[in-house]
């Protein structure tokens, strides 16, 4: 399977505790983005890379959010002292830049802050 | 803010058509339309986008308005594994971040 792959697919985790996601894009995809969604509501955009460097970051980023990408490959979203308000499903998407901005997406990861 | 406005539910009989309107009336002159689908417990996937002519390709047609400030997506016979929330989206080529609104929820029913 050439598409995108997130791990883990399910993370529970209590209060105040840090986790951290992984997600491999299509490999030929420079450009990688994460969404967060929660329940009933449309995937809201957190952070986006064009190969290693961070082009931009959503106000919904707070400090407590962070995200790497070393050697524009695979990207790794971490969380630290996890709230209740952070459970929800968190997306990652690759696509190529110069295209019509065709992204393609993860299976999402779902975070659930006990 | 979601920049579209698309009917929260719509439903369809199984082997019929089913018509799914957007409005985008703030799209720019340079802004694709891009339709993408969720089904249940999924990450969003793409289905079609255009920019001024109507696009069809192996899942679905897209029908842009001549003034581009409306867009259709047509299933052209729906099956249960199209039950799903349709998203219209309105973007410019220079890969920026999605902006998804609700979308809308299509039933179908056997």
């Given at each position: 399977?050439?598409?995108?792959?997130?791990?883990?697919?399910?993370?529970?985790?209590?209060?105040?505790?840090?986790?951290?996601?992984?997600?491999?894009?299509?490999?030929?995809?420079?450009?990688?983005?994460?969404?967060?969604?929660?329940?009933?509501?449309?995937?809201?955009?957190?952070?986006?890379?064009?190969?290693?460097?961070?082009?931009?970051?959503?106000?919904?980023?707070?400090?407590?959010?962070?995200?790497?990408?070393?050697?524009?490959?695979?990207?790794?979203?971490?969380i630290q002292r996890t709230e209740q308000g952070d459970s929800a499903m968190y997306l990652?998407?690759?696509?190529?830049?110069?295209?019509?901005?065709?992204?393609?997406?993860?299976?999402?990861?779902?975070?659930?802050?006990? | 803010?979601?920049?579209?406005?698309?009917?929260?539910?719509?439903?369809?009989?199984?082997?019929?058509?089913?018509?799914?309107?957007?409005?985008?009336?703030?799209?720019?002159?340079?802004?694709?339309?891009?339709?993408?689908?969720?089904?249940?417990?999924?990450?969003?996937?793409?289905?079609?986008?255009?920019?001024?002519?109507?696009?069809?390709?192996?899942?679905?047609?897209?029908?842009?308005?001549?003034?581009?400030?409306?867009?259709?997506?047509?299933?052209?016979?729906?099956?249960?594994?199209?039950?799903?929330?349709?998203?219209?989206?309105?973007?410019?080529?220079?890969?920026?971040?999605?902006?998804?609104?609700?979308?809308?929820?299509?039933?179908?029913?056997?």
């Amino acid at each position: 399977d050439t598409g995108v792959s997130q791990d883990p697919r399910h993370k529970i985790t209590k209060r105040g505790q840090n986790v951290t996601f992984r997600c491999d894009p299509i490999s030929e995809h420079n450009r990688l983005y994460w969404y967060r969604q929660t329940l009933g509501q449309g995937p809201e955009f957190l952070t986006y890379f064009q190969n290693e460097a961070q082009l931009e970051k959503s106000r919904l980023l707070s400090n407590r959010f962070s995200a790497e990408r070393p050697k524009g490959s695979f990207s790794t979203l971490e969380i630290q002292r996890t709230e209740q308000g952070d459970s929800a499903m968190y997306l990652c998407a690759s696509s190529r830049s110069g295209t019509s901005n065709e992204q393609f997406f993860g299976p999402g990861t779902r975070l659930t802050v006990l | 803010d979601a920049k579209t406005t698309q009917p929260n539910s719509m439903e369809s009989n199984e082997e019929e058509p089913v018509h799914l309107p957007c409005n985008h009336s703030t799209i720019s002159g340079t802004d694709y339309i891009h339709w993408y689908r969720q089904l249940p417990s999924q990450g969003p996937e793409y289905v079609i986008h255009g920019l001024t002519s109507n696009v069809n390709n192996r899942m679905a047609s897209l029908a842009i308005a001549e003034d581009r400030k409306s867009s259709t997506l047509i299933l052209h016979r729906a099956t249960l594994r199209d039950a799903a929330v349709y998203y219209c989206i309105h973007t410019n080529s220079g890969n920026t971040p999605l902006v998804f609104g609700k979308g809308t929820r299509l039933s179908v029913i056997a």
